[in-house]
T-cell receptor, first 116, second 114 residues
Framework: GAGVSQSPSNKVTEKGKDVELRCDPI?????LYWYRQSLGQGLEFLIY????????KSGLPSDRFSAERTGGSVSTLTIQRTQQEDSAVYLC??????????????FGDGTRLSIL | DQQVKQNSPSLSVQEGRISILNCDYT??????FLWYKKYPAEGPTFLIS?????DKNEDGRFTVFLNKSAKHLSLHIVPSQPGDSAVYFC?????????????FGQGTELSVKP
């Protein structure tokens, strides 16, 4: 499909394990964003990529969280030593920021992460 | 400090009538506002947006109104249809927010009854 693709759709893991979440943005979109939605909460910004660079990492909650983007395309969000409070839906979005920053972001269906 | 607020967690409307969803913001530096619709187990779907230089934007059954002096925006859906039942999020961004990260409200769950 032509939309944002995220994998896995669901992930259940034990506390203390590392997890890696993947996002494949819309082809040609230079901007990529990670958000998360905890139960009953709104969406919370985590990190923004422009190409392979991350000018804004201000939303990452701790140094256990990291992300990278390669080839200006696929991005991975890694959570080390997972904690129960990391349980949430992790959403990826992309936009075509070449014209201006005021472009809508298009979201994938998210990865539902459950930490036991 | 919640910069974008949707004070109504839920709204119920009869099919064919108007649905009005409201959103307030506190940061006067926001210059771009969006509405998203979300079904369970799916990602948010972009509906409509408005730049701060406008006070109204219309797309089919959806119209967004922006009142900058009141720091308030609203989404009107006319006529409402049962398929519109979903959670609606308003979001805002500003030029000062490098890269245009979105700040979301908590969402309003709309139920359109046949």
């Amino acid at each position: 499909g032509a939309g944002v693709s995220q994998s896995p759709s669901n992930k259940v893991t034990e506390k203390g394990k590392d997890v890696e979440l993947r996002c494949d943005p819309i082809s040609g979109h230079t901007a990529l964003y990670w958000y998360r939605q905890s139960l009953g909460q709104g969406l919370e910004f985590l990190i923004y990529f422009q190409g392979n660079s991350a000018p804004d990492k201000s939303g990452l909650p701790s140094d256990r969280f990291s992300a990278e983007r390669t080839g200006g395309s696929v991005s991975t969000l890694t959570i080390q030593r997972t904690q129960q409070e990391d349980s949430a839906v992790y959403l990826c979005a992309s936009s075509d920021s070449t014209a201006s920053f005021n472009q809508p972001q298009h979201f994938g269906d998210g990865t539902r992460l459950s930490i036991l | 400090d919640q910069q974008v607020k949707q004070n109504s967690p839920s709204l119920s409307v009869q099919e064919g009538r108007i649905s009005i969803l409201n959103c307030d913001y506190t940061n006067s530096m926001f210059d771009y506002f969006l509405w998203y619709k979300k079904y369970p187990a799916e990602g948010p779907t972009f509906l409509i947006s408005i730049s701060s230089i406008k006070d109204k934007n219309e797309d089919g059954r959806f119209t967004v109104f922006l009142n900058k002096s009141a720091k308030h925006l609203s989404l009107h859906i006319v006529p409402s249809q049962p398929g519109d039942s979903a959670v609606y999020f308003c979001a805002a961004s500003g030029f000062y927010n490098q890269g245009g990260k979105l700040i979301f409200g908590q969402g309003t769950e709309l139920s359109v009854k046949p």
